[in-house]
């Protein structure tokens, strides 16, 4: 008799029985199901990945536990938590895409089968698995030698791997006029010497790179003519748009720039007309294929012409681009200098000073600020977009004493650090005496006749305004039927009709201010 205590699922199988005497021997085979959850799926793989989804393949286990698989639960963990977490609960298949994945990240899963007596036993992927695509192309691939026999390539780095590690390239060649692409090999570097090649020839080279992911779509080279020459070095800017590299202040610039032509090229650069100056943050380099402009925590100083030579035996190319950094505007060049003043208001430019660094963007405006002296802190002035050269700051306390500035602000909406400070101003009126202004005909004695009308005009000057009353006899006149007085801030009108013997006598305009409350200049006038 045999005798399992506590059987689990791995007991299931085939048992054979042998009973044997001096006369033969027997066998038999006895067939035991333990019934149980089933054992861990095989061969769990991944069939296809991209930059936010992987695809899973795996085999049925061998153990199903004696009751039909009916479902997988699938589970995943990033490879920095250590914690599985539940991604598929109801997958009748022995496949299935797991989507929702951050680009560049890495994965593992693990899958279980299930039957009606449960979820078995997992199996676990090996290795990280990263979300990834396939990459870009390489940006470019040129010959750098041509012998009568042999064809030397060199090709540039994709902008993007697709979010896993390049592994290699792949080139391939056509005669020019056919049809079919040979292998000719697969390389990590990214250069490479075809040879064995037909003299006189014309082929065209294309290069893919290879990530985790697969193949990026091809790049190709122009026909290259096997055979022993020489040409004039070239630059291949088609990479740049309008030869125009634009960057904001702070971040790095890389420019790769291919360069063909035999022999090698020498290259040499220059920023605006002069040598360029090579630092810890800006620096040129040469590779097999092509040059690099490089400035880290680039500034507005970085912005400029900068011109590439290549020179070889069969002469010079000059070529340039263009490097363009958005910046703050440069703050408004101060002193400001206030040109009028108000117990309440007061008036000054708000200009550049001969310097408005724009950033790289137009100025659209400016902001004033102002701060009451001699512990007041600085405040925005204007609620408004300013965008002429001066501006009325009102408001003010009379007999206060102030400074201001002035910030620059583009179309970009980057503002500049304010301005130097304003001299402090203290906010009370200029002083002018009052003046009286009146035509000519008003200087001599006035004659009417009876019923006629008669209308006197002034205009009146002078900080602060004045203040204005009209006498007649040395009182002062109020409005009636017959006889107008009207004011404005710098004008008066007295209007009398249907004048009668007792309208004449003489007429007095009083113009006051501070200055000297008693003046009348030319203010006196007689009508009779």
């Not at 054992?39 to 536990?65: A, C, R, Y």
């Not at 610039?253 to 291919?258: L, R, T």
């Not at 600020?369 to 007041?376: C, I, S, T, V």
């Amino acid at each position: 008799m045999l005798l399992i205590p506590e059987s689990s699922r791995i007991d299931a199988g085939k048992y054979e029985l042998t009973l044997e005497n001096s006369a033969g021997k027997k066998s038999a085979d006895i067939h035991v199901r333990v019934l149980d959850s089933p054992g861990p799926p095989l061969n769990l793989k991944p069939i296809k990945i991209d930059k936010e989804s992987i695809t899973l393949q795996w085999e049925m286990p061998l153990i199903d536990g004696g009751a039909k698989i009916t479902n997988y639960v699938i589970e995943k963990r990033e490879s920095t938590r250590k914690a599985f977490a539940t991604a598929v609960t109801n997958c009748p298949h022995t496949s299935i895409r797991i989507g929702d994945l951050g680009e560049g990240c890495e994965y593992y899963f693990r899958v279980s089968a299930e039957n009606e007596y449960g979820i078995g036993e997992a199996v676990e992927t090996t290795d990280p698995i990263r979300a990834s695509q396939a990459p870009t192309p390489p940006e470019s691939i040129i010959p750098t030698d041509v012998t009568k026999s042999s064809v030397s390539l060199a090709w540039t780095k994709p902008k993007h791997d697709g979010g896993s590690r390049i592994t290699g390239y792949v080139l391939e060649a056509q005669k020019k006029g056919t049809d079919q692409w040979a292998h000719v090999t697969t390389v990590k570097t990214m250069d490479f010497t075809v040879k064995n090649l037909n003299e006189n020839e014309e082929y065209i080279f294309r290069v893919m790179a290879v990530n985790h992911s697969g193949r990026s779509a091809p790049r190709e080279s122009k026909p290259i003519a096997v055979k022993d020459s020489t040409s004039l070095p070239e630059f291949d800017l088609r990479g740049v748009c309008q030869k125009i590299v634009i960057a904001k202040a702070g971040d790095d610039i890389k420019v790769e720039i291919p360069v063909m032509g035999r022999p090698r090229p020498t290259i040499s650069w220059q920023k605006d007309g002069a040598a360029l100056k090579l630092t810890q943050r800006t620096n040129v380099e040469t590779t097999a294929a092509t040059v690099v402009l490089s400035i880290n925590e680039c500034n507005r100083a970085d912005s400029g012409v900068y011109t590439m030579t290549g020179k070889n035996i069969v002469g010079s190319v000059i070529d340039n681009i263009t490097v363009k950094v958005h910046d703050v505007p440069g703050p408004p060049k101060g002193p400001i200098k206030i040109v009028e003043i108000s117990r309440t208001y007061c008036v000054f430019p708000v200009s550049d000073g001969g310097n408005e660094y724009d950033g790289g963007f137009k100025i659209t405006g400016y902001t004033v600020e102002k701060k009451e002296l001699p512990a007041g802190r600085w405040i925005r002035a204007n609620f408004t977009n300013i965008i002429e050269t001066t501006f009325t700051v009102s408001g003010l306390t009379q007999d206060a004493s102030y400074e201001f500035r002035v910030i620059a602000r583009n179309s970009a909406g980057a503002v500049s650090v304010p301005s130097d400070p304003s001299d402090p101003i203290i906010c009370k009126d200029d002083i002018i005496e009052p003046r009286i202004m009146v035509d000519a005909i008003f200087k001599d004695v006035v004659l009417l006749k009876a019923g006629e009308s008669f209308k006197l005009d002034a205009d009146i000057a002078g900080q602060p305004t004045p203040s204005m009353v009209w006498t007649k006899n040395g009182k002062e006149i109020e409005n009636t039927m017959k006889l107008d007085v009207k004011f404005t801030e710098l004008t008066t009108t007295l209007t009398n009709k249907d004048s009668v013997r007792s309208d004449g006598g003489e007429f007095v305009l009083t113009a006051t201010n501070v200055v000297d409350p008693g003046c009348d200049c030319e203010g006196n006038r007689s009508y009779n």
